[in-house]
């Protein structure tokens, strides 16, 4: 259960590569749709997805390619 206000922000540019954003929430997690300033790719509440952090899946593709599905 990750201990920290999850964000819901899906139009981000950042939000799949964002722990706020991609963490696996508990049953009661405190969420909130935090905003990057005009201009920028992430709002000053990024935090970087750590090799150990558990996050929901990716979606997968056939290609070596990610693509990203919204």
């Known amino acids: ?3 920290i206000s999850m964000c819901q922000n899906s139009d981000c540019p950042s939000h799949r590569l964002c722990y706020r954003f991609m963490a696996i ?8 749709r935090f905003e990057p300033e005009e201009g920028r790719q992430q709002c000053e ?14 979606p997968k593709t056939n290609s070596k390619r990610r693509a990203w599905h919204y």
């Not at 935090?47 to 899946?57: F, P, V």
């Open 1 to 3: 259960m990750p201990d």
């Open 25 to 32: 929430p508990s049953d009661y997690q405190a969420t909130a």
């Open 45 to 58: 509440y990024f935090l970087e997805i750590n090799q150990d952090d558990r996050t929901t899946e990716l």
